[in-house]
């Protein structure tokens, strides 16, 4: 068995060699805003060894810096959806139920008309989750959706904290966030 800190080693090494990329030309983020220091993190969580160890470094490492208990993972798709499965399913293989909840960018235009997917009705508390926060805006999209179902939200994790207000937007929302990694990590 992989120690937990040579686990988050290795997801660091697998981020710097897949996720993270720089160059003298900004790229354009999501945000709107540009950077010369670009991160995508799905290279990480759309592989199946890479999102089942930073499952686990998330589950050993990060999550439990929070008192209390969420019964609901979930984030804005696209970028929280593959870590919201992989780490209900994480927590399942150990014994534990975390629903996972998927929070659409806008409610359906038809059907029920939900923006918040996922057995939500049977929770109270859901952890949010997202890859990378810049100015935490889909993070806050994701939460205000969550409340507005009733889903009490005050604690969320990502992979990347870009460390360019993301963290400091959400805890006005009273969101606290816990990140894996920061950009400075990578400098």
């Known amino acids: 068995m992989i120690m937990s800190l040579d686990k988050k080693n290795q997801v660091?090494?697998?981020?710097?060699?897949?996720?993270?990329?720089?160059?003298?030309?900004?790229?354009?983020?999501?945000?709107?805003?540009?950077?010369?220091?670009?991160?995508n993190c799905k290279e990480i969580t759309l592989h199946p060894e890479r999102l089942h160890l930073l499952c686990e470094v998330l589950i050993e490492e990060v999550i439990p810096k929070f008192p209390g208990t969420f019964g609901a993972?979930?984030?804005?798709?696209?970028?929280?959806?593959?870590l919201t499965?992989?780490?209900a399913l994480?927590?399942?293989a150990r014994g534990i139920q975390k629903?996972?909840?998927?929070i659409r960018k806008e409610a359906k235009d038809h059907g029920t008309g939900q923006q918040v997917e996922g057995f939500h009705k049977e929770v109270k508390q859901c952890l949010v989750l997202d890859d990378v926060i810049?100015?935490?805006?889909?993070?806050?999209?994701?939460?205000?959706a969550l409340r507005e179902v009733g889903i009490e939200v005050t604690k969320g994790v990502c992979i990347l904290?870009?460390?360019?207000?993301?963290?400091?937007?959400?805890?006005?929302?009273?969101?606290?966030?816990?990140?894996?990694?920061?950009?400075?990590?990578?400098?």
């Open 12 to 39: 660091f090494e697998w981020m710097k060699s897949y996720a993270y990329r720089f160059s003298e030309k900004p790229f354009r983020l999501a945000s709107g805003k540009e950077s010369q220091h670009y991160f």
């Open 73 to 82: 993972i979930g984030g804005l798709t696209l970028g929280a959806d593959p």
């Open 85 to 87: 499965y992989g780490l």
């Open 90 to 92: 994480a927590y399942q």
């Open 99 to 102: 629903y996972p909840l998927i």
């Open 134 to 144: 810049t100015t935490g805006g889909s993070t806050i999209k994701a939460v205000r």
């Open 161 to 187: 904290d870009r460390q360019e207000g993301g963290r400091e937007a959400l805890e006005k929302e009273g969101i606290h966030m816990e990140a894996l990694f920061r950009k400075e990590d990578f400098r």
